[in-house]
C-alpha cells in the first residue's frame, strides 16, 4: 500500500518551510486550470504573505498538501488553482497561500466569505469526471463537496472517503459518523455546490423508493433508541476477557507447564483472543461510548495492551471493508490475488491467461496458509508495517507493552523457545477463529468489481445472516447478524435483534434477498466451492464426478497418481487422508446440502481405443466431465 496514503492525518505535522521569494522578479507564467463549476480568481499581494510575509517570522504549520503548493497559489470559493504571481515580495517563512472565500480548508467553522450567496448547481455528468487521485468530489445530502486536497486530513484515511469519489456518499455519512453537526463544521469549507434541482439524488438506476425507505428506517432506529449502548453489557464483556487471561495463566502456575495444562491454556487464551477481536471491532465503530475519543482510547487498550496490534492499522483497513464490501481493489478482505482468485477475479486472470500460482489446486493450500497463518503472519506483518511507516509511534508502545507482559508471564514455566510455542499455537487457533466467523458471512455472496450500488442494496449483496442462538452471538461477537451490522455499523451489537424485523420488512417490500443460513451450513458454504467437492468425490462419495482429468496407471499400481497437465504429484492427496473420519462427524444433513449443490454426476466417456499413445504407454486417461478454463 502507498506510504502517502497510509500516513493520513500526520502529514501536517511539520513546520512551514522557511525560504525567500524575489521581490519584482520575472513573472511565472500564470496557469489557472477551470473546471466545470470552477471560475479563476485574482491574486494579491496582500494574499502571498498570507502565510508568512515580511515579519521575518517562520509560517504556520501547514499539511502536506499546503507545502506542495507553488508560492503565491491563491485558491478561488470554487477551488480553482492559479499559479505564481509576480512580486510576492522578500520575506521568510512559509510559502504564500490563500483560501479566498473558503476559508482554511478543513478547518471547522470558517465558511464561504459571503453567507446567504447562491451556490452553483452541478448535474451528474459534471460531477462524474471527478474521481481521480487528486481530484475527487463528493455528495452529502445533495451538495457538493471537493475533497481532493482535503481527503489526506481524513481521519479515517483517504482511501476510505475516496472510495465515494462522484457518488452520493450521504448513508455513508450517516452510516459512519456518531455527531453529524461536529463533522459539518468540517464539510463547510469544502463546499463548492450543490446538486441541481431537477437532477435526482442518487447518480444511476437507482431505486429511489428503496433509499428513502433505508433512511426511514434508520430514523425510527434513532427514535427507538437502538444506537445507545448498555454500559453493563460491554462491561462484562471485557470482564470475562480478563478472566480468561488470568485462567490461562492460573493454570499453567497451578498445574503445571504440562501438555495438558498447556493445551487448556492456550485454548483458553485463544477464546479471550478471539472476544478481544470483539470488543475491540465494538470500539472501532464507537458503538460503545457516546463520545469517540473514549471509544478510541478504549480501542487502543484493548487492541494494543490484550492483543499486540495497532488500532490505527485496523480501522485503516476495516473502515474500508465497510464502505464497499466485496468490491476488488476497495475491500481488503477480497483482494488477496494473486495467492487467491475470488469471484470474478478468476475470469480476470483466465482471460489474461496470469498463472503465478496452481490456482486450480487453491482449495488445497487455502488451509495451509489461510486460517492457520492469517494473524501470525499476515496480519503481524501488516501490521508491523503500517506503525513503522507512518510513525504510530504510541500504537508500537501498546504493542510492545502486549508482547512484553506476555513473554514475562510464559517465560518463567516455558523459557524462550516454549513461550514462543505457546504465542504461535494461540496465534494459529485465534486465527482459524478468525476466518471461519468473519468470512462465513462474505465469501459465499457476490464479489467483484465496483457496481456503484446504493447503500442499502450494497450492504445487502455482500452479506448474509446466520442463525441466533445464545451461544452462537456469543461466540461470533454478534457478526452472525452481519447484515444488520453492515447496514448500520455504529449501533451496538446487543440491539440487532431488534433491528432485525424491520430490516427483514424492508427486504421483503423491496424484493431483496434476506439470507440466513444455519451455522454448519454456512461453514460449509465456505469450503465448499474450493476443496470440499473435490475431496468428497476423491475420498467419500464415489459415484459424484471427478472436476478434473486423471491419468491412472494401469492395474499393476506401480507409478504415481498425477493430475493431467498440473505438473502437482499425488502424493499430495496424503492431506486428504483425515476426510473419511471427518465425514463419520459430520451430520448427515450437511453432507446431503453439499451434495445438493452440486451438478448432477455425468457418466464418462469410453475409454481410448487399446491402439492409442496413452495405451502403448501403458496409461488410459479419463476424459475431462466439467471442463473449465484454467488461469
Not at 502456575?253 to 493445551?263: A, D, E, I, N, R
Not at 482459524?432 to 457496481?451: A, D, L, R, Y
Not at 464415489?542 to 499400481?557: C, E, W
Request: glycine share 10%.
Amino acid at each position: 500500500m502507498e506510504a502517502e496514503a497510509l500516513r493520513g492525518d500526520w502529514s501536517g505535522r511539520g513546520a512551514g518551510r522557511r525560504g525567500r521569494a524575489r521581490g519584482g522578479g520575472e513573472a511565472s507564467a500564470v496557469s489557472a486550470v477551470i473546471r466545470e463549476g470552477k471560475v479563476p480568481c485574482a491574486g494579491s499581494r496582500a494574499g502571498a504573505r498570507s502565510y508568512g510575509g515580511r515579519s521575518g517570522r517562520a509560517g504556520p504549520r501547514r499539511s502536506g498538501w499546503q507545502r506542495r503548493t507553488p508560492p503565491g497559489t491563491r485558491l478561488a470559493p470554487l477551488g480553482v488553482s492559479v499559479g505564481p504571481r509576480k512580486g510576492t515580495g522578500r520575506g521568510r517563512g512559509g510559502r504564500g497561500l490563500l483560501h479566498g472565500a473558503m476559508g482554511d480548508v478543513g478547518e471547522p467553522g470558517r465558511g464561504p466569505a459571503q453567507p446567504g450567496a447562491p451556490l452553483p448547481t452541478f448535474r451528474w455528468e459534471q460531477i462524474r469526471p471527478h474521481n481521480l487521485p487528486g481530484d475527487k468530489w463528493l455528495v452529502i445530502e445533495r451538495r457538493v463537496y471537493d475533497i481532493s486536497r482535503w481527503a489526506q486530513r481524513h481521519p479515517g484515511g483517504s482511501r476510505l472517503i475516496g472510495h465515494h469519489g462522484a457518488e452520493d456518499a450521504t448513508d455513508a455519512f450517516h452510516a459512519f459518523h456518531q455527531d453529524l453537526n461536529f463533522v459539518r463544521k468540517f464539510l463547510q469549507p469544502l463546499l463548492i455546490g450543490e446538486l441541481a434541482p431537477e437532477e435526482p439524488s442518487q447518480d444511476g438506476p437507482q431505486n429511489a423508493q428503496l433509499v428513502e425507505d433505508f433512511r426511514a428506517l434508520r430514523q425510527a432506529a434513532e427514535d427507538m433508541k437502538l444506537f445507545e449502548a448498555k454500559p453493563a453489557f460491554f462491561a462484562l464483556l471485557l470482564g470475562h476477557i480478563l478472566a480468561m487471561e488470568v485462567l490461562a495463566w492460573l493454570t499453567i502456575y497451578l498445574l503445571g507447564p504440562g501438555w495438558v495444562p498447556s493445551t487448556l491454556a492456550a485454548l483458553v487464551l485463544a477464546t479471550s483472543q478471539a472476544q478481544c477481536w470483539c470488543l475491540q471491532h465494538d470500539l472501532g465503530h464507537t458503538s460503545v461510548f457516546r463520545k469517540s475519543q473514549w471509544n478510541h482510547l478504549a480501542q487502543q487498550f484493548v487492541m494494543g495492551q490484550l492483543k499486540g496490534f495497532s488500532a490505527h492499522w485496523w480501522n485503516f483497513r476495516h473502515f474500508q471493508h465497510h464502505a464497499k464490501p466485496n468490491i476488488f481493489h476497495k475491500d481488503p478482505d477480497v483482494t488477496v490475488a494473486p495467492v487467491f482468485l475470488l469471484g470474478e477475479s478468476s475470469v480476470e486472470y483466465g482471460r489474461k491467461k496470469r498463472r503465478y500460482l496452481p490456482y486450480n489446486h487453491q482449495h488445497l493450500y487455502f488451509f495451509l496458509i489461510g486460517p492457520p497463518l492469517l494473524t501470525l503472519v499476515n496480519f503481524e506483518v501488516e501490521n508491523l508495517a503500517y506503525m513503522l511507516v507512518c510513525m504510530r509511534w504510541m500504537d508500537l508502545l501498546w504493542a510492545a507493552s502486549f508482547y512484553s507482559r506476555f513473554f514475562l508471564c510464559y517465560i518463567p514455566f516455558y523459557g524462550v523457545p516454549g513461550a514462543l510455542l505457546l504465542f504461535v499455537a494461540v496465534r494459529v487457533l485465534e486465527s482459524h477463529w478468525f476466518v471461519w466467523i468473519t468470512q462465513m458471512n462474505h465469501i459465499p455472496k457476490e464479489i467483484g468489481h465496483e457496481k456503484h450500488r446504493d447503500w442499502a442494496s450494497s450492504q445487502l449483496a455482500a452479506t448474509c445472516n446466520v442463525e441466533p442462538s445464545l451461544f452462537i452471538d456469543w461466540f461470533s461477537g454478534h457478526l452472525n447478524f452481519q447484515i444488520e451490522h453492515h447496514l448500520f455499523p455504529t449501533m451496538p451489537r446487543h440491539n440487532y435483534r431488534r433491528v432485525a424485523p424491520l430490516v427483514k420488512a424492508l427486504c421483503a417490500k423491496h424484493g431483496l434477498n434476506y439470507e440466513v443460513k444455519p451455522f454448519l451450513t454456512a461453514l460449509v458454504d465456505i469450503v465448499g466451492p474450493f476443496l470440499l467437492c473435490w475431496c468428497l468425490n476423491s475420498c467419500c462419495f464415489p459415484f459424484m464426478t471427478l472436476p478434473s482429468p486423471v491419468i491412472r496407471a494401469p492395474a499393476t499400481g506401480q507409478g504415481p497418481i498425477r493430475r493431467a497437465g498440473s505438473g502437482v504429484p499425488g502424493e499430495w492427496l496424503i492431506f486428504l487422508a483425515p476426510l473419511p473420519v471427518i465425514g463419520l462427524l459430520v451430520p448427515e444433513e450437511v453432507w446431503r446440502h453439499l451434495a445438493g449443490s452440486l451438478p448432477p454426476p455425468v457418466k464418462a466417456a469410453p475409454r481410448a481405443p487399446a491402439t492409442t499413445k496413452p495405451a502403448q504407454a501403458g496409461l488410459t486417461t479419463l476424459p475431462h466431465p466439467h471442463p473449465h478454463p484454467t488461469p
